[in-house]
């Protein structure tokens, strides 16, 4: 419970400091972030052993990874394009 | 692998998932920060891959794979306009894994499950479920799938008290000991289709408020998770997301002058209708321009703001204002972008559209900054946006917009507003602006009007 709570006031800590031209990508990140349920995910589905909890954690694993690599991905093509004035063309330039 | 290893590599990814969000307080770092993250991410996964007891590794390899294969596609083709739409999905499949791992731990320790425990796999599978199916239906909504139109039907309010009376009987049942297996699947039942009810009357425009509560939502499941399975990384980083969400909603709310419970309860389109209506008819008039003369305004201006809102990406037309941009520096205009927060369709949105055009961030000026420098300005260029460039926000207090801080683009030398027609905005009501003697109107597709603007700009 106290570490619940140092978390929460961290959290808010935290992103209080990410100026607005970065909200989506902090969207997404935390996005990202949250799909630490695939720790959870593998947890249930490396120790289940009926057919039922075999199914319900395959599913949970295929979701939360999606949820992992997807989050990160987005984010990460987001940011990769914000960038400073210096090189007037970009090498990836439509 | 022992618990104390675990845990000390658990406390790592804890430490990088907080870098991660810390390095997003610049642009210059961010991406790095990502990455420090997704390392982080990738740690905590072998290490609970290496837990003592542990087996089905086939099984979790094949679910990993497809996971991660149709995460790395969906997040490489998504095009950058429809980012809220895929943070909606993702976030969805998060809330989902975390609903079913609270089946699984209720289908093999029920009644055997301490108060705490319960509670928690009550709260994981309550949580999870309303994010999973209320992302789904943002999604849809967002993809226009389902009309973005707030969806309300009589009676609601009696099916939306009896889901949530129900989801409340069958979470303290299960919280006081109740080992019935259906009980579990009545209250993931019920709390999915709370999800759903719960964000189809919610509009469109209000979507990114929501999907940034649901985001919060997920992190709260993970969290509940955590204390389902005692793990710490699932307790400290659900609770990281649950309130960096939380925050995120409240400081939308209030960019959009909108109270958080105002945005979930109140249908804001409806309230519009009224007020729209009213029209003062004082003998002003709109004065539409040709390209031809905006390119010699911009030509001969020394400083140009341009405005870009939703009407601009929805015309992607980012590439061509940046194009435009670059061309009036050359002829030694000043130009910069003036971003209000909710320009787009959510937070940023804006700012990650024009950096995909190449504009570079520093360019790119947040409201408050920017504000003072439009009496200094020539021609203020609006492009697409409307309601945060309404001044009656700042003077009509019976406006429903009065006090949503907006971009004074009236105080500029001369405004120039490119729009497809007098059509209001989201909000529903006139702007004034379009009256001021100072403002010229060019209508048409924000693309089409940028191009010709090029290339008289070009020929002068």
């Known amino acids: 419970m106290t570490i619940l709570v140092l978390a929460i006031f961290l959290g808010i800590e935290v992103i209080s400091k990410v100026p607005t031209m ?16 695939i720790v959870g995910a593998i947890l249930v589905a490396g120790t289940a052993d009926d057919g039922f909890t075999k199914i319900v ?32 063309r970009g090498p990836h330039d439509e | 692998m022992g618990r104390t ?3 000390a590599l658990y406390l790592v990814t804890i430490v990088t998932f907080i870098l991660a969000l810390r390095f997003l307080s610049s642009p210059k770092h961010a991406r790095k920060g990502n990455w420090i993250g997704a390392a982080g991410m990738t740690l905590a996964i072998v290490v609970t891959l290496a837990h003592r007891g ?9 679910a990993m794979a497809i996971g991660a294969a149709v995460g790395a596609v969906g997040a490489r083709t998504v095009k950058m306009t429809a980012m809220p739409q895929m943070v909606a999905l993702f ?117 990114p408020v929501v999907i940034s509560l649901l985001n919060a939502f997920t992190g709260l499941a993970a969290s509940a998770t955590g204390f389902v399975l005692h793990n710490n990384v699932l307790i400290v980083s659900g609770a990281l997301v649950g309130a960096s969400g939380t925050l995120l909603t409240l ?46 305004m911009l030509s001969y201006a020394r400083k140009v703001i341009v405005v870009p809102g939703y009407g601009l990406a929805v015309a992607q037309a980012q590439h061509d204002v940046r194009q435009l941009a670059e061309l009036l520096e050359e002829k030694g205009v000043e ?54 460039t309404n001044p ?38 006139d702007n004034e602006l379009y009256l001021d003697a100072k403002t010229t109107m060019l209508f048409g597709d924000a693309k089409e009007s940028v191009v010709k603007l090029i290339a008289a700009v070009k020929s002068l």
């Open chain 1, 22 to 37: 970065l909200h989506t990508p902090l969207m997404s990140g935390t996005n990202a972030i949250h799909g630490i349920v």
């Open chain 1, 57 to 88: 954690g395959f599913v949970a694993v295929v979701l939360a990874a999606a949820n992992v690599v997807g989050g990160f991905v987005v984010t990460d093509r987001m940011l990769q394009m914000f960038r400073r004035r210096e090189p007037r």
């Open chain 2, 5 to 7: 290893t675990s845990d």
């Open chain 2, 54 to 62: 542990l087996g089905n590794y086939l099984l979790i390899g094949i």
């Open chain 2, 91 to 207: 976030n969805g499949v998060g809330g989902g894994a975390a609903a079913l791992i609270a089946l699984v731990e209720f289908h093999d320790f029920a009644g055997g499950l301490s108060t705490v425990i319960a509670t928690s796999t009550v709260l994981s599978a309550l949580i999870g479920s309303v994010s999973f199916s209320g992302s789904l239906v943002a999604f849809a909504k967002l993809q226009e799938l389902v009309s973005g139109r707030p969806i309300v039907f009589r009676g609601q309010q009696v099916v939306n008290g009896l889901i949530i009376l129900a989801a409340v009987v069958l979470g303290i049942t299960i919280a006081a000991g109740g080992a019935e297996q259906w009980m579990i699947y009545g209250l993931v039942a019920a709390a999915f289709v709370f999800g759903i009810m719960f964000v189809l009357p919610i509009g469109g425009a209000d979507m």
């Open chain 2, 251 to 296: 400081l939308m709310g209030k960019a959009m002058n909108r109270s958080v419970t105002n945005v979930l309860f109140g249908a804001f389109g409806q309230v519009q209708a009224g007020a729209a209506s009213v029209r003062v008819d004082d003998g002003r008039t709109v004065r539409a321009t040709s390209p031809d003369d905006v390119a010699v």
């Open chain 2, 335 to 388: 130009v910069a972008y003036a971003i209000h927060p909710v320009a787009g369709r959510m937070p940023g949105h804006m700012n990650v559209l024009l950096a995909e055009a190449n504009v570079p961030y520093d360019q790119l000026k947040e409201m408050d900054e920017i504000n003072p420098e439009f009496p200094q300005t020539d021609v203020a260029l609006v492009i697409g946006a409307n309601d945060v």
């Open chain 2, 392 to 429: 009656a926000a700042r003077a009509d207090t019976s406006s429903p917009i009065y006090g949503m801080p907006i971009l004074d683009v009236d105080r500029a030398a001369s405004v120039v507003v490119m729009k497809r027609s007098m059509n209001p905005g989201f909000a529903g009501i």
